[in-house]
């Protein structure tokens, strides 16, 4: 039929899966986007199991081609589909060539704003989780210290000092939480910078030697003579170092080596083309292979108790992770149990740099 190869056109235009049926429900034409989405609802057979399994659609359907009021209803993929979705249907009347009234069912898929949601939502809880467990404890220190222990100098100072370590962990928090919201928010900005990546890694490590030496740690570095420069941000590199290497310090072995080493790769690695690599090596406890793929996860910590102790935030990492995205890098994360981990960076060389082919 002439009218129905156009409604067939002009749904196919359509940005979102559609589906048009009659009277009977039976499937009268569909686009591409739908049969993508929906493979395999290409006849009125299955169309009418997927019915019974949506609860509600075919009854919504059957209201709306007898009142012809528009309507919506909420599909989630339990019921067979891959996406969220919400359906609109509309009564457009008859169309030359079908007499019954023909509804139009436009699928809007809200996968992605329903899954925004709800990393909004546990992003929150988790905050409030952080900052109320120093805030509880800071509220019972002062409680306790305005009651019996006021006079008791050797509590009152025991206590001052928890309360301190206290507040310098929300302190690092609130830095942390700044810090991830400035580097998603310059996430798509473009770098304008050469960077010298020498630079870098000395200052990152002139800035946690005091913290190595504190923990009874010895870091070894051992780069390449003139490393090339990159595109970046000196502050954002020196930030991804610093983490870096305080997770390496805090979860290395008593008395233990912490290794940086940095060089200039060809094209046999993550990125793919010729790149510079830095890595962080720890020879602590190591990390089990299925916790790897979490570890960049806002406020995810493979020891918990120990990380808090250490005045962690379980923010370090999804900084690391949003600093590489912008710089067009990647993070690589190898890990033996009992032997220790290797956390490394590659960053994509300038293209008029060419490696030494020595």
């Not at 960053?347 to 060419?354: E, F, R, S, Y």
Request: avoid cysteine.
């Amino acid at each position: 039929m002439r009218e129905m190869r156009e409604t067939e056109r002009i749904i196919e235009g359509l940005a979102v899966p559609v589906i048009a049926v009659d009277a009977k429900l039976r499937i009268l034409a569909m686009n591409s986007l739908a049969k993508q989405a929906f493979s395999k609802a290409g006849n009125d057979f299955v169309f009418d199991h997927f019915l019974g399994r949506v609860s509600g659609l075919r009854a919504l359907l059957e209201r709306t081609i007898e009142n012809g009021q528009p309507s919506t209803i909420k599909i989630r993929p339990k019921a067979g589909l891959r996406l969220d979705y919400t359906v609109t249907l509309k009564n457009v009347g008859a169309l030359d060539g079908v007499v019954s009234p023909v509804v139009v069912m436009t699928f809007e898929d809200r996968s992605l704003l329903n899954d925004l949601k709800a990393m909004r939502i546990g992003f929150v809880a988790n905050v409030s989780h952080e900052i109320r467990s120093p805030l509880t404890a800071i509220s019972g220190f002062v409680e306790t210290l305005q009651g019996p222990a006021i006079e008791d100098v050797a509590v009152r100072t025991r206590f001052l000092g928890m309360m301190a370590k206290e507040v310098t962990r929300m302190t690092n928090l609130v830095s942390d939480l700044l810090s991830l919201s400035q580097v998603e928010a310059k996430e798509r900005r473009a770098l304008k910078n050469r960077v010298n990546l020498a630079s870098v890694i000395e200052q990152a490590v002139q800035s946690v030697t005091p913290i190595a030496q504190k923990w009874g740690k010895t870091l070894v570095v051992k780069t390449d003579a003139d490393l090339p420069t990159v595109m970046g941000r000196q502050d954002d590199l020196v930030r991804v170092l610093i983490n870096l290497l305080e997770n390496a310090i805090h979860y290395s072995r008593q008395d233990g080596e912490i290794h940086l080493t940095a060089g200039v790769e060809r094209d046999e690695n993550p990125l793919g083309q010729d790149a510079i690599s830095i890595s962080v090596t720890d020879d602590g406890e190591g990390i089990a292979a299925d916790e790897i793929p979490f570890l960049t996860q806002r406020f995810y910590r493979v020891d918990k108790s120990r990380s808090r102790n250490m005045g962690g935030t379980g923010l370090g990492l999804a900084i690391v992770k949003h600093i590489l995205v912008r710089h067009r890098g990647k993070l690589v994360i190898e890990s033996v149990v009992g032997q220790g981990s290797t956390f490394s960076i590659y960053l994509p060389l300038l293209p008029d740099v060419k490696p030494d082919p020595s």
